[in-house]
């Protein structure tokens, strides 16, 4: 009851996700995480044992693994902080693959050894060319459903 003795109606909430939004969101966190450690192991396998063969090739292959573990994270966080670390995220990651695709496709020995984003992810099932574009595409329909 206010003053006035009227009762206050309490704030709207959003309605619920439903189940098969939420398992599409978890689906893009599962295979981030993936690529992840499997781009990670990969690398941290290369640069302990033949780092002095393809430096650039595998610190690139590190580098990705990095972005798609703070991706990775920043999907599972709440807030604008984390959604904006995931835009960011997904962006540099699909600046990356747009430019060591287009370099590697132009020029095949560009680098010494194949990277996650080399040919566009060919080696990986183009997967790395398709996940910041579903990313991005996550990361609207959820800053869309924030400000219904």
Same mark, same amino acid.
């Not at 003795?5 to 909430?13: L, N, Q, Y």
């Not at 189940?19 to 689906?27: D, E, H, W, Y």
């Not at 060919?122 to 060319?129: D, I, K």
């Given at each position: 009851m206010t003053g006035s003795?009227? /009762?206050? #109606?309490?704030?709207?909430?959003p309605p619920p996700t439903p189940?098969?939004?939420? @398992?599409?969101?978890?689906?893009l966190i599962a295979?981030? @995480?993936?690529?992840?450690v499997s781009a990670g192991a990969r690398a941290a396998v290369q640069i302990a044992?033949? =780092?002095?063969e393809a /430096?650039?090739?595998?610190? =690139?292959? #590190?580098?990705?693994? @990095?972005?798609?573990l703070v991706a990775t994270v920043a999907f599972r966080l709440p807030g604008?902080?984390?959604f904006l670390v995931a835009l960011v995220a997904c962006s540099i990651e699909l600046a990356g693959v747009l430019t060591v695709g287009t370099a590697t496709v132009l020029e095949p020995d560009l680098f010494a050894d194949a990277t996650v984003w080399t040919a566009y992810g060919?080696?990986?099932?183009?997967?790395?060319?398709v996940l910041p574009v579903l990313g991005l595409a996550w990361l609207r329909h959820v800053a869309t459903r924030r400000t219904t």
């Open positions: 003795g009227s /009762p206050t #109606a309490p704030p709207p909430t189940p098969s939004r939420r @398992a599409v969101g978890q689906v295979v981030y @995480a993936v690529f992840a044992t033949r =780092l002095d /430096p650039v090739a595998y610190l =690139l292959s #590190a580098f990705a693994a @990095a972005v798609y604008r902080a984390a060919r080696g990986y099932g183009f997967v790395p060319l």
